[in-house]
Nanobody, 116 residues
């Protein structure tokens, strides 16, 4: 079964940190670039971070640059998003996505709430 399962979301205070994980199964993970997206209430889904299939290239939205880090472990079929210095405006459902030339695979999302 092809799937992506996110975990690690929760409630955190402003200035705090969280690490999201996305575990892949049912497909050849190392052949896919991986993305993290987020969708805040009432807003469109936005791209947060991208990492290439072998992990040598990353990119970030300006809103998270310097605070978030995307990484992957191809041996564990997992991609991570380390989020530091969190702000209330980072509150959203975070989704991972696997991307290849042929298809895209989405996870179900994990909720991150930044609030005091």
């Amino acid at each position: 079964q092809v799937q992506l399962v996110e975990s690690g979301g929760g409630l955190v205070q402003p200035g705090g940190s969280l690490r999201l994980s996305c575990a892949a199964s049912g497909f050849t993970f190392r052949n896919y670039a991986m993305n993290w997206y987020r969708q805040a209430p009432g807003k469109e889904r936005e791209l947060v971070a991208t990492i290439s299939s072998v992990g040598g290239s990353t990119s970030y939205a300006d809103s998270v640059k310097g605070r978030f880090t995307i990484s992957r472990d191809n041996a564990k079929n997992t991609v991570y998003l380390q989020m530091n210095s969190l702000k209330p405006e980072d509150t959203a459902v975070y989704f991972c996505k696997a991307t290849s030339v042929l298809r895209q695979i989405w996870g179900q999302g994990t909720l991150v709430t930044v609030s005091s």
